[in-house]
């Protein structure tokens, strides 16, 4: 749901004033088909387990050990989100001479609720422990089915209460922009821009951080803890500076260039996070006793919470209370030339510097780490708890590029671009991986918390060469349409786009080894020339070694290249005017034109891993079609 009311109110032909206030709502929810209508619990007799929300309702997730599951998810079985934003927008223009300035504000009050059910009707497994012929070493699908007959699982989990998030937070932004046209020939932009990112507060308090000093968790009310538990960050001030020039005596010549600070605040599902974990929801997960000899029922599958309480899961998640909003220092400059009247090339250098941005580290890791011989001891910090993650602004990146284009613009039937990018993206952080994925084995997370510039390198998403090409062509007979044999035999377009890229950067996991670190050594450079490449041998093997034991392993993160891309779709289009206004389309598309094999990247790892630098599957992991594809379409336009 949403709905915009503006108003633009002309004071006089100088001085305008836009004013617009918006309010948008988002809804999804995930449920049985049976919510409110069958209560499976109560119908099977299973008791404990609460079932008065029939939102919740769904068969119980049942496990045989030999046959396929039955049941309801049991991720996220029940699932509410709401998102919506109320925002009051007001934006003054005022031309004075040579100046046009703009200033404005924003305001943005936002909601974010989140009800999540993992497993409110249980979920079973029966492996045949049971009946299995004592001492029990192995089971088979004969014994799990006998087990499900006498309701005797070997594991059930349930989780009785759901996690219930409800976000706010408000934002504000204001801002001031002058356009100067300095002379005929040259402008330049001037402006400032201030934001405040106010963080997202649960406002029933069901959240929690962690004081590391402690190693206890902290809520909401307590001396010294403030709602939302950060501290607010008022100095995001973002300058912006730009210039477009023509040179006098050097026609169809133009120069651009800018510099610029934009900040980012942090994704709302960060602070989600704080309120979905202990105390604020209520889970159990029963394992079958083992008595030496042969297991125990310790539960039946009719009460399957008979003599136990709730699991406590001591994987906590804090935030820093001086965390701040990441921000890109982004600067660019640019010289474009038209080439002929119809053909425009344009060569830019482009970068940037990335700084604060976030991180989600694990600081429950040994000291020191890894462990060290002879006796290995794991030493935590926290031997208490599991993971301990903590949202901070640790991350930094940087990015450069080079960039060339040619464009022909449309005439006589034909247009054209292309276009090439030289690029390379450095990051001790690879916050965000969508819409990449890599290869089995690739540890794109820091080896340690300690020295995160031990992980500088090549970010992920990033591929070093990038060409596309693209064009449009209307062939050039019987383009009339207006003559019997122009409607049948005329109206052929074709059009087409190529893209090539290199791979992404890849670093390789250590395999099958203890109290290491996460990733591989290196002997030497494990990337082949690019002839020596083939499916079964992407990269030298025999360089790659898992690090002794006590050692972080020495490989750089990103220095593998992986396989990259060679795609070329083509259309082959028809046109058959009807008349002046309607007409019929016909498209034949052909999706990877050349059928060109789009390799996923190599399985990574050291010589010990037997499937290391082969690759064993194509489709880019389904972010490019792998084989080609033809599709044809019709339609008719009025």
Known sequence: MQAVVGDTHVFSPNIVNELNVGFVRFRRDRNSQDAYTRNWLKDLGIQGIPSENGLT??????????????????SNSYFHWVSQSAQVIDNLTIIRGKHTLKMGATFNAKRNSSTQWLTPNGN??????????????????????????????????????????????????????????????????????????????????RSASLDLSTGKQIFYGQ??????????????????????????GLKGTSIRGAYGIFYS?????SFVNLGFQDPFVTQYNRLYRDSGINPIPGFTASDPLANSSAQVVNNWRGVDTNFRDGYVGSWNFSIQQQLFRDTVAEVAYRGSKSTRLSSFLNYNETIPFPAQPPNFAQNFPYPALGTVNMLESRGAGNYNALQARVEKRYSRGLTLLGSYVWSKALTDIDQSTVGVVGGSGNATVPQTIRNLKLNKGGAIFDRPHRLVISGVYDLPFLRDYHTLLGKVAGGWQISGSANFGSGYYLTPASFGAQNVG????????????????????????????NPAPGFLGNAGKGTIL?????????????????????RFELRAEFFNAFNTPQFDDPILGPVTNPQAG????????????????????????F
Do not use: C
Request: positive net charge; charged residues 20%; glycine residues 8%.
């Open 57 to 74: 309702w769904g068969a119980p997730f049942v496990s045989i050990t030999g046959y396929t599951s039955i049941g309801y998810s049991t």
């Open 124 to 205: 079973y497994t029966f492996t045949g422990v049971y009946t299995a012929p004592p001492p029990v070493q192995t089971t088979n699908q004969y014994q799990a089915f006998a087990d499900l007959l006498l309701g005797v699982p070997a594991n059930y989990s349930a989780q009785t209460t759901p996690y219930l998030v409800r976000l706010r937070n408000r934002l504000f932004f204001t801002y001031f922009q002058d356009d100067w046209r300095v002379t005929p020939t040259l402008t330049i932009n001037l402006g400032l821009r201030w934001e405040y990112f106010g963080k997202p507060i649960d406002r029933y308090g």
């Open 223 to 248: 001396p010294g803890v403030r709602d939302g538990f950060v501290n607010p960050d008022l100095n995001n001030f973002g300058p912006r500076i730009g210039f477009a020039w023509r040179p006098l």
């Open 265 to 269: 605040p942090e994704v709302a599902n």
């Open 518 to 545: 996460s990733r591989a050594s290196y002997l030497g450079n494990p990337n082949l020339p690019s002839d020596q490449r083939t499916i079964d041998r992407w990269y030298d093997v025999s360089k790659v070694v």
């Open 562 to 582: 992986g396989t990259g891309m060679k795609r070329v779709d083509m259309v082959l289009n028809k046109s058959f005017h009807v008349d002046e206004v309607r």
């Open 614 to 637: 082969k690759i064993t599957s194509a489709s880019d992991f389904g972010n490019t079609q792998s084989e080609r594809v033809i599709q044809l379409g019709l339609k008719f336009l």
